[in-house]
C-alpha cells in the first residue's frame, strides 16, 4: 500500500534521504527509529507530497505521489506532532469540515459522533469547542477522520510525545485499530514503549539510509533498546546482548568495598 522505490531528497548536496526502498502493506504497522536527522520525517513528508523527491518514487497504493499529491493524500490520514484544529468548532464540525475538504462524504451528525467516540473522544468532548481539547482529544479527531474517509494509510510523526501514559495506551489502541481495519501505519516514533507495543515490523534509519528491518513479533522493550542502541551507541559502549528468553539475567560480578 505505502512504497518507496530508490527515494531520495537532497538538500543543498547533503542527503536527506538516500536510495529508500520500502514496502508497508495494508493491515501493516511499521514503526521508524532513528535520531533527529535520520531521514524518518522526509520520509513522511515525502509520502505526503510535502515536498517533492530528488529522485526515486513514493506511491499510495497504485497513485503516484510526485504527478498527483492531491490524489495520494486523498487516500492517507496524517497525524502530525502537533494536531491542529479549528478551536472555535466542534469535534464534530472539524471532522465534516476535513472530511468536505478531502472530498470525502460527509456523514450525518450522529455517524461523526460514533466515529469520533470510536476512536476514543470522550461522548461529552464531542459537540465541545476544540480549544479544551487536550492534545490527545485532537489526535483522536485525526484518527476518527482516518476511518470515516477510509483512508488506504495512516501516516503518523512523533504522534506519543508529550502524553501521559493513559493517554498513550489510548492512541496505541486506536492505531492498532485502524491496522486491524486495514490501513497501511507507517508510524515514526522515538517511544519504544508504543513500538513494542504495536509494530508489526521496525525499521532503523541513520543518515538518511534505513539500515534495518525487522520483525517486531515478541519483542519487549528491552529488547527494541538493544535492537536501536547496536546502531547508534558509541563503539565500546554497546549494550551487552539480551540473554535468552525465559532465563534469568546473570547476578553481578560482586565488587570490592572502599
Do not use: W
Not at 460514533?114 to 461522548?123: D, I, K
Not at 490527545?136 to 504522534?159: C, N
Not at 519483542?219 to 535468552?244: M, Q
Amino acid at each position: 500500500m505505502l512504497t518507496a522505490n530508490k527515494l531520495s531528497k537532497t538538500y543543498g548536496g547533503v542527503p536527506a534521504l538516500d536510495a529508500l526502498d520500502l514496502e508497508v502493506p495494508a493491515g501493516e504497522v511499521f514503526c521508524l527509529l532513528g535520531p533527529n536527522g535520520a531521514g524518518k520525517t522526509t520520509t513522511l513528508s515525502l509520502f505526503l507530497g510535502f515536498t517533492r523527491p530528488s529522485s526515486g518514487a513514493a506511491y499510495v497504493g497504485s497513485a503516484h505521489v510526485e504527478p498527483d499529491p492531491i490524489g495520494a493524500r486523498r487516500r492517507i490520514a496524517y497525524v502530525p506532532e502537533q494536531v491542529q484544529l479549528y478551536p472555535h468548532l466542534t469535534g464534530c464540525e472539524n471532522l465534516a469540515y476535513f472530511l468536505g475538504l478531502s472530498q470525502a462524504r460527509v456523514p450525518p451528525s450522529a455517524e461523526l459522533s460514533r466515529l469520533l467516540t470510536a476512536a476514543g473522544l470522550p461522548e461529552g468532548a464531542v459537540r465541545r469547542p476544540a480549544s479544551g481539547y487536550s492534545k490527545g482529544m485532537r489526535q483522536k479527531v485525526v484518527l476518527a477522520l482516518s476511518q470515516a474517509k477510509s483512508a488506504s494509510a495512516l501516516l503518523l510523526d512523533e504522534p506519543t510525545s508529550g502524553l501521559d501514559p493513559g493517554a498513550v495506551r489510548e492512541l496505541c489502541a486506536a492505531i492498532r485499530r485502524e491496522g486491524d481495519r486495514g490501513a497501511a501505519v507507517l508510524m515514526v516514533t522515538h517511544d519504544l514503549g508504543a513500538v513494542a507495543s504495536i509494530a508489526h515490523r521496525i525499521g532503523v534509519m541513520k543518515a538518511g539510509r534505513l539500515v534495518e528491518i525487522t520483525s517486531a513479533a515478541g519483542l519487549s522493550e528491552a529488547e527494541v533498546l538493544s535492537l536501536y542502541r547496536r546502531h547508534f551507541d558509541p563503539p565500546g559502549d554497546a549494550a551487552p546482548p539480551l540473554p535468552p528468553r525465559g532465563t534469568a539475567p546473570a547476578a553481578p560480578a560482586p565488587q570490592a568495598l572502599s
